[in-house]
C-alpha cells in the first residue's frame, strides 16, 4: 500500500511476462499510482502485450495519467488480463482511451472497477475503456461516472468487436455513455444509465448493434430508447424509471429501498446496477 509516484511506477512495459500486481489491502484508495502525467511530461500507467487471463491487475488506483495517443492508464495489445477492483481516475488520451486502450483481439475481463473523471481528447473515442478489432470484454459490476468524449464518453467499440457489460452503473458520461461502431456488438444486462449527455448507447459511423435486457435507462439528454437501441424499453424487462441513487451528485450509487433497480422490488431481473440497496 502507498502512494507511488516518479520514475519507475509509470510507464512500464510489461513485456508479455506474466504477472500479478496486487494490493496488500485490496483497496485501491490505499494504494494510489500517480502517474503525474501532462502535456509536457506524458506518461502512462502499464503496456500489456500477449497475456492471457492470469495476468492480474487489483486493487489499485491508477491516476493521472497522460497520453499522446492513446491508453492513458493502460494499453493492451492482443492481451486479456483480469483487471479486478481498481479505480481509473482523471487519466487522458489524446486520441481514444482515456483510461484503457485495446488493440487487436482484446479480451480482460473488467471487474468491480471505478472510472470516474477519465478523457479522449482529439478524435474523441472511449472516455474510459477503447476496444477495437475483434476485441471482447467482459465488464461487470463497474461503475462509470463524469467520463468524457465526442463518442462513447465511457466506452467505445469498433471493428467487429462484441462487448459483454453486466451490472454496471453509467452515470454523467459526456458524449453518450456508449458507443458502438462498425460490425460491432454490445450485449449488455442488469445496468443503469442515468443521466449522460447524448444517448445512452448511440451508433458510430456505419454503426453496429446492441441488445440490452433488465437495464434501466433514465435521465440522458438525448430519448433513452432510442436510436439502436429503439424500441427495447418495452421489452427484455427493461426500465425506464428513475433508480433513486442515495446521492449521486457525490458519486454514492446506492439504491434506495423502494427504488425499482432493487432486487427486492425486481423479481424479473434482480438487482440492476453496480451498486446495491442502502437504508437512507
Excluded: H, K
Amino acid at each position: 500500500n502507498g502512494r507511488f509516484m516518479g520514475n519507475g511506477n509509470w510507464s512500464i512495459d510489461t513485456q508479455s511476462r506474466n504477472i500479478s500486481l496486487v494490493s496488500i489491502s485490496n483497496d485501491p484508495t490505499l494504494c494510489v499510482i500517480d502517474l503525474q502525467g501532462s502535456s509536457s511530461n506524458p506518461r502512462f500507467g502499464l503496456q500489456f502485450s500477449g497475456q492471457g487471463p492470469t495476468t492480474l491487475l487489483r486493487g489499485i488506483a491508477i491516476i493521472n495519467g497522460y497520453s499522446a495517443d492513446f491508453g492513458g492508464a493502460i494499453r493492451l495489445d492482443v492481451a486479456s488480463p483480469t483487471i479486478e477492483n481498481c479505480i481509473f481516475q482523471n487519466n487522458y488520451a489524446y486520441q481514444y482511451g482515456g483510461a484503457v486502450s485495446g488493440a487487436e483481439v482484446c479480451s480482460p475481463v473488467i471487474r468491480n472497477c471505478i472510472f470516474r473523471d477519465n478523457t479522449a481528447d482529439y478524435y474523441g473515442q472511449g472516455g474510459a475503456l477503447y476496444f477495437l478489432e475483434n476485441s471482447t470484454p467482459l465488464i461487470e459490476g463497474c461503475t462509470f461516472e463524469g467520463n468524457n468524449a465526442a463518442n462513447g464518453g465511457a466506452i467505445f467499440l469498433s471493428l467487429d468487436s462484441t462487448a459483454t457489460v453486466s451490472g454496471c452503473t453509467f452515470y454523467g458520461n459526456n458524449g453518450s455513455a456508449i458507443a458502438v461502431g462498425a460490425g460491432s456488438f454490445l450485449a449488455m444486462d442488469t445496468s443503469i444509465l442515468v443521466g449522460n449527455t447524448n444517448y445512452a448507447v448511440q451508433a458510430y459511423g456505419t454503426g453496429g448493434t446492441a441488445q440490452l435486457s433488465c437495464c434501466d435507462l433514465f435521465g440522458n439528454t438525448v430519448a433513452n430508447w432510442s436510436g439502436i437501441i429503439a424500441g427495447q424499453g418495452s421489452i427484455n424487462n427493461n426500465l425506464e424509471e428513475n433508480p433513486f441513487f442515495i446521492d449521486a451528485e457525490f458519486g454514492y450509487f446506492s439504491l434506495m429501498l423502494f427504488s425499482p433497480c432493487a432486487a427486492q422490488n425486481n423479481a424479473n431481473c434482480g438487482q440492476i446496477g453496480a451498486w446495491g440497496v442502502i437504508s437512507p
